[in-house]
């Protein structure tokens, strides 16, 4: 018998047992899906951009225009499709730079201790104190407004969170047997540090990580509204929902599918993110 | 015990100055040339310069920073640039509304969540089960701005069942006029005894309220239904229902007591979470709170204003968090040793 034959029924049982996984995996998989191929399946990709089309605007949904158009007459299907490229993107983006900010800063201050520790989660405290809706707008505020300097107010309003759970396992994972005898060894501290303790301070992360992506993509939505995200011709559903607001009670499809595509997305990402839970079941995950 | 209250209280005062530095960061240092920023980009380089030493720009940092903390201990909080306010005063009148609003959303949401997480722990793995989960998914993945816009679209405009924005009947401001205490229209009512104002206001409550109770309300369904699991299959728990008590008792009273700290600590933390949401809810429904004063400002570019939002939510979720530590510690001592 191969090998992967002997492990596949254990991991079927295992997703059989984990349905919001499955779930949330299938529909994510869906929207990547129209993400990477956009260009090929939106019907008029040119409405993505800052094309017009005086004669057409806020035409209701019809076979030429399944999702209706908007206030310059682009097709709103093409531009949700778009939309998606966008938000995904951002909640990579986001995760990558949160990572790369929090993660070496945890292990740090969990290996080494003492002063620099202190002094690390005492700056991780500061940014905890605000909501991170709150702490990502005033960083956006100052900036000027666009999907990437979005992306970088979200992302250093998110490290501090996994600063903190990486300091506690590598605060825990540095007591025990194995590292002390790396150290003995006379092992570099880095390598120690990125052989031993990094591998094994990465699972709370990893599933905080999936927990997290639905709450950024609710964030960069809710700047964008605000005004302060993406800006005009980008297909941003944040900024397409706040572009129809004031159309809604006789434009309904304006505002409908930009919001059902954001909340479909996120109900995506956290039942991925329940699932890691149950999956890999750390206990200790925040909850925001 | 008054050790460990000391000791948060100087932690918590640590933050606080941490935080203002924080927002001194971001107004002053982040944009580059704050008085570009300040005098707008028509502004010429005379009048650059005037603005740049009426801010005290031309000064070092340090002491910039010296200058502003100063100005934000003392109660100078910059002037609005919009209101033409001192930032302060305008925060005063527009956060009480937001605290209403915040905990009126809160209420709901113990009362939908609470409910909810028993249900799904009662009927684990049933239908009751899936579909509170299902909810509480829903709840923590909706775009707040977005249900808002629903709800006011179907139940105001097209049901006409409840107002669709406002704090209450303009109307009632020459028929029964409301004497302001609190500026909170409920608490001054039920002060003052004034009947038609209460109702007016509770009805146009009910809208927002849920809009914020959304991700709340599914936080603590969720939360509530783990922890109940993880009590039910503790010894006291088969106890109590050998000794006959019925289902109820058993999971309103013994299942949710050790749910109930964590419980009172997500509230109290989601609490500033939620005054950061009323920026997406206020506007819709103009409700004449923070949020609806932080939307202006960020449209009209009112850094001051801003700044002084930022810093008003953070230290309300610092002082928060510190009567949640003191009072669980005064709860369960063990917390006191970590």
């Known amino acids: ?288 | 015990m008054i050790r460990f209250a000391a000791h948060r209280l100087a932690l918590g005062v640590l933050v606080v100055v941490g935080v203002v530095v924080l927002t001194f960061l971001i107004a002053r240092v982040i944009p580059g040339d704050p008085a570009v920023t300040y005098a707008g980009p028509r502004a010429s380089k005379a009048q650059l310069a005037q603005t740049r030493q009426q801010l005290g720009l031309d000064k070092s940092l340090p002491v910039q920073l010296a200058d502003y903390m100063k100005g934000i201990a003392t109660g100078d909080w910059g002037t609005s640039y919009r209101t033409k306010q001192p930032v302060l005063s305008d925060l005063r009148t527009v956060l009480p509304a937001s605290i209403e609003l915040v905990t009126a959303g809160l209420f709901l949401a113990l009362l939908i969540g609470l409910p909810l997480g028993l249900i799904a722990a009662r009927y684990h793995g049933g239908a009751p089960d899936i579909l509170v989960r299902v909810f509480s998914v829903i709840g923590v993945s909706m775009p707040v701005f977005w249900l808002a816009l629903i709800l006011q679209l179907v139940f105001a405009q097209r049901l006409g069942w409840l107002p669709a924005a406002g704090e209450y009947n303009p109307n009632l401001y020459y028929s029964s006029p409301l004497t302001s205490y609190v500026q909170m229209p409920v608490v001054d009512a039920l002060i003052t005894g004034n009947i038609p104002v209460l109702e007016s206001t509770v009805s146009h409550l009910i809208l927002p309220a849920l809009v914020i109770a959304a991700y709340p309300a599914g936080l603590l369904a969720r939360m509530v239904r783990a922890s109940v699991l993880d009590t039910l299959g503790e010894s006291h728990i088969r106890m109590t229902r050998s000794l006959g008590f019925g289902d109820l008792a058993i999971y309103g009273r013994w299942a949710l007591r050790p749910a109930m700290n964590p419980v009172v600590q997500v509230t109290a933390l989601v609490f500033a979470y939620s005054l950061a949401n009323t920026f997406l809810v206020e506007a819709v429904f103009d409700w004449p709170g923070l949020g609806s004063y932080a939307a202006n400002s960020l449209q009209s570019l009112d850094t001051p204003a801003i700044v002084g939002v930022t810093l008003i939510v953070a230290i309300v979720y610092v002082i928060l968090n510190l009567i949640v530590d003191i009072v669980q510690a005064a709860i369960d001592p063990r917390i006191r040793l970590r």
Not at chain 1, 130 to 157: E, G, K, R, W, Y
Not at chain 1, 185 to 193: E, F, K, M, S, T
Not at chain 1, 263 to 286: C, Q, S, W, Y
């Open chain 1, 1 to 288: 018998m191969s090998v992967a034959a002997t492990i596949r029924p254990g991991r079927m049982a295992a997703l059989r047992r984990n349905p919001t996984l499955v779930a949330g995996g299938i529909v994510l998989g869906l929207i990547v899906i129209v993400a990477v191929f956009a260009p090929w399946l939106a019907p008029y990709p040119a409405d993505a951009g800052n094309a017009t089309h005086p004669f057409q605007v806020l035409a209701p949904p019809s076979s030429a225009h399944p999702f209706g158009t908007d206030l310059v007459g682009r097709d709103l299907l093409s531009r949700v499709m778009f939309g998606a490229r966008i938000s995904l993107r951002l909640v990579i983006e986001v995760l990558v730079i949160a990572g790369l900010i929090g993660i070496p800063l945890g292990l740090v201050a969990g290996y080494f201790g003492g002063r620099i520790d202190q002094v690390i989660m005492r700056i991780t405290d500061v940014f905890l104190a605000f909501p991170a809706l709150l702490l990502s707008l005033a960083i956006a505020f100052v900036l000027t407004p666009s999907v990437q300097n979005m992306t970088i107010a979200i992302a250093v309003t998110w490290w501090p969170w996994y600063t903190r759970l990486v300091r506690g396992e590598a605060a825990s994972v540095t007591t025990r047997p194995y590292i002390e005898s790396c150290r003995v060894l006379g092992v570099a501290p880095w390598r120690v540090l990125l052989r031993h303790v990094l591998p094994n301070s990465m699972t709370p992360v990893l599933v905080q990580m999936s927990l997290d992506a639905g709450g950024i993509l609710l964030t960069a939505a809710s700047i964008s509204f605000l005004g302060l995200g993406a800006q005009d011709p980008t297909p941003e559903w944040g900024l397409m929902v706040s572009q129809g607001a004031q159309y809604f009670s006789t434009q309904w499809w304006f505002v409908t599918f930009a919001g059902v595509s954001i909340l479909l997305t996120a109900m995506a990402f956290n039942m991925i993110g329940d699932g890691v839970r149950e999956l890999l079941d750390p206990k200790r995950v925040i909850s925001r």
